[in-house]
């Protein structure tokens, strides 16, 4: 059964379809091609005795050839046999949308590729990346498993907003070294504004440990022993540089903690030093370890402060189930204050009525014990509840343990699970424990939330159908490339060299005259005539123009240490 973009587009949260873009494969040129072409084959014939096992198992698994770029379509149709989508996006999308993407078992694949000039190393997302590298290793069930824990995690870290200040750097730095046509000028002002970014977070968020975390696993991660190991991070199996340079003794190899957190990256160079994890299973346990200090787990006054600090939309979730999602100005053990528009849910679903137009200016309320009631205030029943003098209708007092108090007319009482959730008053004043009125009658109705402790805290909302916290795609997208007329007959001469390599037989003539035009116009074209030597060497060996084209992809190997590593590499997996 074809599975289609549209369909997965439809099969996922509305909040995240923003997101995602169209292919557009046809805009692919067959240069483009070309690139995927050679940094696979380099990769592969690199990676054979290096890579993990799992990588090669997955490659067919997950819909992802080397003759040329997936078609997102083709992806999803294999994805979809192991439990897995595929979606396409513009770069880098927020931290917290990516990973929510992860935990719904949503590979997340930018569009584009990297230019011919990158073809070692791209600071950009690109499809290489995350096709060729993310895609196979999910074929293995525990990292399926950890990468989606890792998605559910990571989509209720909590931020700030100096880590979205950074992601834009980040994301904009990346366009400008992709596009060919970026001025110095330009990139040193972009590296300039996230050095800057950078030093100014000093305090690193849950976000930012966690994001180091994936780092070193997901996208750097080394399996074995420090010793003797295998690749499986995502970022060095695409890679054709990082892949040789992580080999070097210089490149220091870790035992995998959950202290690699404090080891900050550099998303625009090579790794100084890597991690290593025995197996998936310790994966696994250095995610849970770390997890397990993360405020959505701890919860308490400490991780209510973490939100309120982010002065982002968080979540506190109460030991009655209530999740109240707002930006918090107030977080202590007996009182919230949010500012602007709030939201009340039950188990990640709106309560009817509490969504971010009812609480609008935002929302407040008591926590604690109420005296006189010997059981927390979410258990008592209707028959606990007359006890102290309260029942709907009438007018009664609650006064809180911690001094705080609640008079008014109790119209309504919200129950979920077998809790109280909300206690709604009209005609109700509020004071602190100094007496001072900190809710008036004239303000409205005033709804209590019902709760002695706050067990849960995370960034962003309970229900994001209902309150979406995502801020829209970023303006700053990849710069479209305009060709040249130049340009479009170089990628015509790499199209002529495709058509003669899939026709599975060499047409002399023909080849004569894309060498020609390519000593006449394209000399510089290495990966051109690399093609071209590939099929020379196969289907005419003993030719002179065979002689001609070893020739000068020889002298080019002169001429810089790149070109001698990308056209000597060619000579020994191509031709």
Same mark, same amino acid.
């Given at each position: ?101 992860? /935990?719904? !078992?949503? @590979?997340? +694949?930018?569009? &584009? ?10 600071? %950009?997302? =690109? ?41 834009? /750097?980040? !994301?904009? @730095?990346? +366009?400008?070294? &992709? ?10 002002? %972009?590296? =300039? ?383």
């Amino acid at each position: 059964m074809q599975v289609t973009q549209e369909d997965v587009l439809l099969s996922i949260p509305s909040y995240l379809r923003q997101f995602v873009v169209r292919q557009h494969y046809d805009e692919y040129t067959a240069q483009d091609h070309a690139v995927w072409r050679y940094v696979m084959h380099r990769n592969l014939d690199f990676l054979r005795p290096h890579a993990h096992p799992a990588y090669f198992e997955g490659l067919q698994k997950t819909g992802i050839g080397i003759e040329r770029i997936p078609h997102i379509d083709e992806m999803n149709e294999a994805l979809a046999k192991i439990g897995w989508r595929a979606v396409v996006v513009d770069g880098f999308v927020p931290p917290a949308a990516f990973m929510e993407f992860q /935990a719904h !078992r949503i @590979l997340v +694949i930018s569009a &584009e590729i990297r230019n011919a000039k990158h073809v070692l190393y791209t600071p %950009a997302p =690109d499809i290489i990346h995350e096709a060729a590298g993310h895609a196979p290793i999910i074929a293995e069930p525990k990292y399926a498993d950890f990468l989606q824990r890792f998605g559910e995690y990571g989509s209720k870290a909590v931020f700030s907003k100096a880590d979205y200040d950074i992601y834009e /750097a980040i !994301r904009y @730095l990346s +366009i400008l070294k &992709e596009f060919p046509g970026t001025s110095d000028a330009d990139l040193k002002a %972009a590296e =300039d504004d996230l050095a800057a970014k950078t030093a100014a977070n000093t305090h690193p968020s849950e976000s930012a440990l966690l994001s180091r975390l994936h780092w070193w696993t997901v996208e750097y991660g080394l399996m074995g022993t420090p010793d003797s190991f295998t690749i499986f991070g995502a970022g060095i199996l695409s890679s054709v540089g990082e892949s040789a340079a992580c080999l070097a003794p210089s490149v220091k190899k870790l035992p995998l903690g959950v202290d690699c957190a404090n080891t900050n990256y550099d998303i625009t160079s090579m790794q100084p030093q890597l991690f290593v994890a025995r197996d998936f299973d310790h994966l696994i346990d250095t995610l849970e370890a770390f997890a397990d200090t993360m405020s959505f787990r701890t919860g308490g006054v400490e991780g209510a402060a973490k939100v309120r600090d982010s002065a982002q939309v968080g979540t506190l979730v109460l030991d009655s189930g209530l999740q109240i999602s707002g930006v918090f100005t107030h977080t202590d053990a007996s009182f919230l204050r949010t500012y602007g528009g709030t939201s009340l849910a039950y188990r990640d679903t709106l309560l009817v009525g509490h969504g971010t137009e009812t609480h609008s200016d935002g929302f407040s309320t008591p926590l604690g014990r109420v005296r006189g009631l010997d059981m927390p205030l979410c258990d008592a029943d209707e028959g606990d509840l007359l006890r102290i003098g309260v029942a709907v209708g009438q007018a009664c007092a609650l006064t809180f343990e911690s001094g705080y108090g609640v008079k008014g007319t109790l119209v309504r009482i919200c129950r979920k699970g077998g809790k109280n959730l909300l206690l709604s008053f009209r005609n109700c004043t509020v004071t602190d424990p100094s007496g001072t009125v900190v809710f008036h009658p004239d303000w409205g109705g005033f709804d209590m939330a019902v709760g002695e402790r706050i067990v849960s805290a995370y960034s962003g909302s309970a229900d994001k159908e209902a309150h979406n916290v995502y801020p829209p795609k970023s303006a700053k997208t990849a710069i479209k490339i305009e060709y040249s007329d130049e340009e479009r007959r170089l990628f015509s001469i790499y199209e002529a060299i495709r058509t003669q390599r899939d026709s599975g037989r060499l047409d002399l003539n023909e080849a004569r005259r894309i060498v020609s035009d390519l000593d006449a116009s394209f000399s510089d074209a290495w990966l051109a005539y690399l093609e071209m030597f590939e099929l020379l060497k196969r289907h005419a060996p003993s030719e002179a123009l065979t002689g001609h084209v070893d020739a000068h992809l020889r002298e080019l190997r002169t001429r810089n240490e790149e070109w001698d590593d990308l056209i000597g590499a060619g000579y020994r997996f191509l031709a």
